[in-house]
Structure formats: structure tokens, C-alpha cells
């Protein structure tokens, strides 16, 4: 069982940065792709970026592109995603998920619970 823990959440404004981690207490995060998805209110999930199992390919969803870095530290059993010039529209919940090395949303067999950005305007 893959239990996922996002943190780096808050509120920011419109430019500003965050750094969102997601870890897993089993250590067993170096054996999976890990992608970070959003959701706003009232939206479906978003794939925002994902990064192979041992970080040598990203991909990055279109509205992300250029703003948001995703990195990972294997042994610190962390993946990152680094959030610069951050806009409104960024507001939503950020989760993390391990599976495939993939933007489909079916792909992902383990989510976190979710932490909070909201970007005030």
C-alpha cells in the first residue's frame, strides 16, 4: 500500500512561488512515475506534470508550461513540483499520484489527499 502525503500548500499571490512536496512513509515512492494533477471547483482533474521513475523524462501539462518544474530526489523519497508566476487560475487542489508515466488520470493507481493553493488576484 503506497500512502501519499502532499504538503506546501497555502495562499500566495498572483507571481509568487510555491514548492509543493508529495512523500510516502513506505519509502516506496523511487519505484513509481509520480505526476501531480489539480482539481478546481466545480472541474474536472487536471494532469499538471509528471516525471518518469527515475527522473529522466517530464512532461508537463499545456497551461503549466514554462511556470512549474517537477523534480524529484529519490533518496529523499520526494518528488517536488516547483511553482513560479503562479496566476488565479492556478487555484485548486494539488494531489500527487504513482503509477504509470502518463497524463491519463486512469493511469495513477495511488492519490494523496490533496493540498490546498489558492492564488488570490
Known amino acids: 500500500q503506497v500512502q501519499l502525503v502532499e504538503s506546501g500548500g497555502g495562499l500566495v499571490q498572483a507571481g509568487g512561488s510555491l514548492r509543493l512536496s508529495c512523500a510516502d512513509s513506505e519509502r516506496t515512492l523511487s519505484s513509481y512515475a509520480v505526476s501531480w494533477f489539480r482539481q478546481a471547483p466545480g472541474k474536472e482533474r487536471e494532469f499538471v506534470a509528471g516525471i518518469s521513475r527515475y527522473g529522466g523524462s517530464t512532461i508537463y501539462g499545456d497551461s503549466v508550461k514554462g511556470r512549474f518544474t517537477i523534480s524529484r530526489d529519490n533518496d529523499e523519497n520526494t518528488v517536488y513540483l516547483q511553482m513560479n508566476s503562479l496566476k488565479f487560475e492556478d487555484t485548486a487542489v494539488y494531489y500527487c499520484?504513482?503509477?504509470?508515466?502518463?497524463?491519463?488520470?486512469?493511469?495513477?493507481?495511488?492519490w494523496g489527499q490533496g493540498t490546498q493553493v489558492t492564488v488570490s488576484s
Open positions: 499520484a504513482v503509477g504509470s508515466f502518463s497524463s491519463r488520470v486512469e493511469r495513477y493507481d495511488y
